[in-house]
């Protein structure tokens, strides 16, 4: 079971909104990631959760913040988003028993009008 | 310097050919290497691991490692046309609670029938 699932899979938000995104993996990995990827580009990464510990890339903005209520949940809330904030927004685990592959989730595709 | 670096292409190569993927990175502490493949409009797809030197192979699919040059790159032997897509390069560099995992930019691949 490689599975890590994220919901909704499309989201459109205005920009005084609030809403979350959910990603939840179920195959006892370690650190769990939100990256953003915009179009033509590489996925960029967001914050990562690994052992406990959040680890936040500086130059995200504070409307996103990012939730751990447990080790197999790793929730983004976003509060305020602008229209370049619209992306493909992917979450991916890894680290079971030492083994580091990174599986990701299909992915959110959020537009911000 | 770009922490990790691939030509982005477009790399085209005919049906049944091998096409030939490469990857530099920057950071000598980092321990696993990753080759996603990519789907417009998809999320990355995990297609080959390495974490020694040398080669590793699965299926029509070699990945080769040479940590001393700092150097990841993947075959496609036999490419077919399910093959085109964007291939990124993925690095993860590793140590309790401090979780780092980086892409290249991505090539993409078109495989011409």
């Known amino acids: 079971d490689t599975e890590v699932t994220q919901t909704p899979k499309h989201l459109v938000m205005g920009m005084t909104n609030k809403k979350s995104l959910k990603c939840e993996q179920h195959m006892g990995h370690r650190a769990m990631y939100w990256y953003k990827q915009k179009a033509k580009k590489p996925p960029e990464l967001m914050f990562v959760?690994?052992?406990?510990?959040?680890?936040i890339n500086e130059s995200v903005p504070s409307r996103f913040s990012p939730e751990c209520p447990n080790s197999s949940l790793l929730n983004l809330h976003l509060h305020a988003l602008q229209p370049e904030d619209s992306a493909l927004y992917l979450c991916?685990?890894?680290?079971?028993?030492?083994?580091?592959?990174?599986?990701f989730g299909q992915g959110t595709r959020l537009t911000v009008v | 310097q770009k922490e990790v670096e691939q030509n982005s292409g477009p790399l085209s190569v005919p049906e049944g050919a091998i096409a030939s993927l490469n990857c530099t990175y920057s950071?000598?502490?980092?321990?696993?290497f990753f080759w996603y493949r990519q789907y417009s409009g998809k999320s990355p797809e995990l297609i080959m691991s390495?974490?020694?030197?040398g080669d590793k192979e699965d299926g029509r699919f070699t990945a080769q490692l040479n940590k001393a040059s700092q150097y990841v790159s993947l075959l496609i032997r036999d490419s077919q046309p399910s093959d085109s897509a964007t291939y990124l390069c993925a690095v993860n560099t590793y140590n309790f609670g401090n979780e780092k995992l980086t892409f290249g930019t991505g090539t993409r691949l078109t495989i011409i029938p």
């Open positions: 950071d000598r502490g980092s321990q696993s």
């Open positions: 390495i974490y020694s030197n």
């Open positions: 991916a685990s890894s680290h079971r028993r030492g083994e580091p592959e990174a599986f």
């Open positions: 959760y690994s052992y406990e510990k959040l680890s």
